[in-house]
């Protein structure tokens, strides 16, 4: 026993030499601990690795070389490595930090192995440095996640072994509830039993496949919804085995994007409007089924030719300047012109284009919309003929209510009379002059609100009745309360006139003048300034309870009173203040030239309208004042017999001095006649007026009674009743009109 123990201990040096030999030989760092944790033999490639000299570990607990967070742990799991003794290969899935002298970590992996020596238990651990190995798989991973699609890497076996974030956000799962699961977790429950085979197939047949190769894939996420994506497969052989990358992206987007583009395209083919599309220089590129049914052309017949076959040859400057406005950028819409099929007939059609743009926003080409419009052309042509037809009956129904106003002697006017442009053109507006005798003059100028026949047969009735009123002498306020009686019994809702009703007199250049809600009457003089025309402000006709007033104004000669309807200054877009300022304006250059009245009122009119159209209809009056009489006289009676042969002798003077004895007698006893009349009937005083012009001579009696004489047919026996009938029969005219005291009563004879 001594002997062998002698040849055992003989034999230690030689066989520990070569095992040192095998230390040193080792490409990784070997470190030999004892069971209590001690360095008992390391190798060149420690040092190297760890930054001691081997003196320096020689002894010390092995935890010197462990991080100190790790080394409670690892104290235990030394001892339980000491207790369950097998080798335990490198890289066994741990994650194991060393410590060099200078205080820095590496990871590492380490082998380890049991020794059995006389001893005690020796263990065996081989450390290899995986700094390298691990920066190498952290650049792998960084390139994985910084990858703009979900990337999912498989083993052979269909297992996921790695994934980035994009996976986690497109399908829904958190990273560690897939890893390790099959990849069929991913796929649509229908697709799951193809989708292993084709797997299994992909392992014998491994080859790149790139992206939307074709195949309608879909993915499923965690929450169950499907989605439609496309996937590239990439093989990677690695030391594990065969792993197989697969870049997946979601194309819901696209997808929605391609259906969207189909249903264009299918709503495009089937429009009934033909659409084509060109390049910018007229070029045909695209033609649909509405517009081979349009032009008669096929699709293979216009594909590349220029658009100008379908234009007639004299306007082939059309589709110039049109191609031209869309290389501008330009839109055109419902651009009405005339096209040509291939039979050579002419259409009616509206085209609208726009430029196509590119992803840069250059403009490479344009769409168009045609519509064939014959049919509604024929039958704009059929309205407007019709319409046309309409409006010339409407028109000549309004001229005639309107009537033609007198041409009355001594009076210089001049009118204009311009219809709506809208709708049938016919409106409310009308005027009238009316001779009132004794050498005064009515002027009456009215607007029934709104258009149409309506308002025309509103106003031919109003005239009508204003016309006969004005007639019988009345006044204009009695005039204006007469009218607004009339408004109301026409029982038409909502019914407004404005009307402006004056009274000329021209041996006294009086104006008296009543306005129900009318525009101001304009009064121009030569070498002054336009003025308005005083006037009480009335509410319009229509609007009821309204008690008229009138004022009395003395005028220069030769002074111009404008009258007008509002569709001369209330036109679309402007400011009727403003209108109203520039017709004085208008009318004030003319004072300083003194035109003719006809001559002044197409002025004004091409002035204050200017555009032919979007005007109400228009009336426009120019009245010039009479010049005063050749000659007047009055004089003062009482209302007793005796004036009556103090009249005649007032006249028998006048008369003489006038030089006008022929109409004398005449006169005399057209006098005596009215002259009783008011002595017996009618209170004093009586007022006798004489008037002469070149042709006439007007005589006047006025008294305070406000009952007005009738003629009548009288008996046999009547003593009295003659008188008017004799009046009647022998003077030109005569008549009998209220005034504020009573009445007056007149007759004309021509000289």
């Not at 005639?400 to 053109?425: D, E, F, K, N, V």
């Not at 009735?461 to 009123?469: E, I, N, P």
Request: with cysteine; net charge negative.
């Amino acid at each position: 026993m001594c002997r062998c123990g002698a040849e055992s201990r003989t034999r230690t040096p030689g066989a520990e030499e070569k095992f040192r030999g095998l230390l040193e030989a080792a490409p990784d760092a070997m470190v030999i601990v004892d069971d209590a944790g001690a360095i008992r033999l390391v190798n060149a490639q420690t040092e190297a690795l760890f930054g001691y000299r081997r003196e320096e570990l020689l002894g010390r607990p092995v935890e010197l070389l462990v991080p100190g967070r790790f080394r409670t742990h690892h104290t235990e799991h030394r001892n339980a490595y000491a207790h369950n003794q097998q080798v335990r290969p490198m890289g066994a899935g741990l994650e194991l930090y060393g410590l060099r002298k200078d205080g820095t970590e590496f990871p590492v992996e380490i082998s380890l192995s049991p020794l059995e020596t006389a001893d005690g238990l020796l263990v065996s651990a081989a450390v290899r440095d995986v700094s390298e190995r691990k920066a190498a798989e952290e650049r792998f991973r960084g390139l994985l996640e910084a990858a703009p699609d979900a990337m999912v890497i498989v083993d052979d076996a269909g297992a996921i072994r790695l994934v980035n974030a994009q996976t986690e956000a497109l399908f829904g799962y958190r990273r560690e509830e897939l890893l390790g699961r099959p990849v069929e977790l991913l796929v649509p429950g229908r697709f799951r039993t193809h989708h292993t085979e084709h797997r299994n197939a992909y392992a014998h047949n491994q080859q790149v496949r790139p992206m939307g190769a074709g195949l309608e894939l879909y993915g499923l996420r965690k929450d169950g919804t499907e989605f439609p994506v496309e996937i590239s497969l990439s093989p990677l052989e690695t030391a594990d085995g065969l792993l197989v990358s697969a870049a997946v992206r979601d194309v819901s987007e696209r997808k929605a994007a391609e259906e969207r583009i189909n249903e264009l395209a299918a709503l495009v083919e089937s429009s009934q409007d033909a659409i084509l599309a060109k390049t910018l220089d007229g070029h045909i590129t695209y033609w649909n089924a509405a517009a081979q049914r349009l032009y008669g052309f096929a699709a293979s017949e216009v594909l590349g030719r220029h658009v100008s076959v379908l234009a007639p040859p004299e306007r082939d400057h059309e589709v110039i300047a049109l191609l031209e406005r869309l290389r501008e950028g330009e839109k055109v819409e419902h651009f009405e012109t005339l096209r040509v099929t291939k039979a050579g007939t002419l259409l009616d059609v509206d085209v609208t284009l726009w430029p196509t743009r590119a992803h840069n926003g250059a403009i490479v080409g344009a769409c168009a919309i045609v519509r064939d419009i014959s049919d509604r052309k024929r039958a704009e042509a059929e309205l407007t003929e019709l319409y046309e037809q309409q409006r010339h009956i409407a028109l000549t129904l309004q001229r005639s209510l309107m009537g033609t106003p007198p041409a009355i002697p001594g009076l210089t006017t001049a009118s204009r009379y311009r219809p709506a442009t809208q709708g049938a053109g016919v409106g409310g507006d009308w005027f009238d002059l009316i001779p009132l005798g004794a050498g005064r003059v009515g002027v009456l100028i009215g607007d029934v609100m709104g258009r149409g026949l309506e308002a025309a047969a509103v106003m031919g009735q109003l005239r009508s009745a204003a016309h006969a009123l004005a007639k019988t002498g009345l006044q204009p306020r009695q005039l204006m309360q007469a009218m607004e009686a009339v408004v109301a019994d026409l029982d038409v809702p909502d019914q407004l006139v404005t009307c402006c009703y004056l009274t000329i007199a021209a041996d006294a250049g009086e104006v008296t003048i009543c306005s129900a809600g009318h525009l101001p009457v304009l009064v121009t003089v030569p070498g002054e300034s336009t003025q308005t025309l005083p006037a009480p402000v009335n509410a319009p006709l229509g609007v009821g309870g309204v008690i008229y007033e009138q004022c009395c104004t003395t005028i220069a000669r030769g002074a111009i009173l404008v009258l007008y309807t509002d569709g001369l200054i209330e036109t679309p877009g402007t400011d009727i203040e403003d209108q109203l300022i520039q017709l004085l304006a208008t009318l004030d250059k003319l004072a300083t030239t003194a035109p003719d009245l006809e001559t002044a009122a197409d002025h004004v009119l091409s002035t204050m309208l200017p555009d032919a159209d979007g005007h109400d209809d228009v009336t426009l009056l120019l009245t010039r004042l009479p010049e005063a009489p050749l000659a007047t006289a009055a004089m003062d009676l009482p209302s007793v017999p005796e004036s009556v042969p103090a009249g005649r002798d007032f006249l028998d003077k006048t008369l003489s001095a006038w030089g006008c004895t022929n109409r004398t007698d005449n006169a005399r006893l057209l006098l005596s006649e009215i002259l009783t009349n008011s002595v017996q009937h009618a209170e004093g005083p009586i007022t006798l007026h004489l008037c002469r012009t070149d042709t006439d001579l007007t005589v006047e009696i006025s008294d305070r009674s406000p009952h007005l004489p009738q003629p009548r047919v009288a008996a046999e026996d009547d003593e009295c009743g003659r008188g008017l009938l004799l009046v009647r029969a022998l003077a030109d005219a005569w008549g009998v009109r209220p005034t504020d005291e009573g009445k007056t009563t007149w007759f004309g004879l021509k000289l």
